[in-house]
């Protein structure tokens, strides 16, 4: 089986004519081919910055040629792309709201709903590229009240237990 990596770079040559033949071989290959693709997409997702999101857009498309009905592989994948889509639209948000020259240093994320008694998250130590995909990722399926913070630390006092 190829890699993810692999999966990605054969659908990022692959042209028009050649997306039947790809559509029969995600068929062949099922589940695990296609989530190995996902998670790809995802990795590709995660590192890019603006010179790479028009890529994982064009990636995204072309993805959804060859393989237009991926609930059909499974269930949980009814909505993969639309939810592609979302992540995107909201890494650009990020990408967008804070400018190159500001994103150096560590990031985190943090959600709370204060109306509730749950915890809050938090997912610290993060390069500002691994924050806003955390951003983008956790942003699509926000309830009522809650809220999610994309944030530099810029003062760190870390202790470690014995």
């Not at 068929?27 to 989530?35: A, D, E, I, T, V």
């Not at 040629?65 to 650009?92: Q, T």
């Not at 709370?112 to 956790?138: H, K, M, Q, R, W």
Request: proline share 4%.
């Amino acid at each position: 089986m190829n890699s993810k990596h692999e999966l990605v770079e054969q659908l990022a040559a692959a042209e028009p004519g050649s997306y039947a033949a790809l559509r029969e071989e995600y068929k062949q290959g099922g589940y695990s081919m296609f989530n190995e693709l996902l998670e790809g997409l995802r990795d590709e997702l995660m590192a890019a910055d603006e010179s790479g999101i028009g890529r994982v857009k064009e990636l995204v498309g072309k993805g959804r040629e060859i393989v237009p009905d991926p609930g059909a592989i499974s269930p949980a994948w009814e909505r993969v792309w639309e939810d592609y889509d979302r992540y995107i639209f909201h890494k650009s948000e990020a990408l967008t709201a804070v400018t190159p020259e500001n994103r150096d240093g560590e990031w985190q994320i943090v959600m709370d709903n204060p109306f509730t008694n749950e915890g809050i998250a938090c997912y610290p130590a993060l390069s500002f590229v691994e924050a806003a995909y955390l951003f983008a990722y956790f942003r699509k399926d926000l309830k009522k009240n809650e809220y999610i913070r994309l944030q530099k630390i810029a003062n760190l006092l870390m202790v470690q237990g014995d």
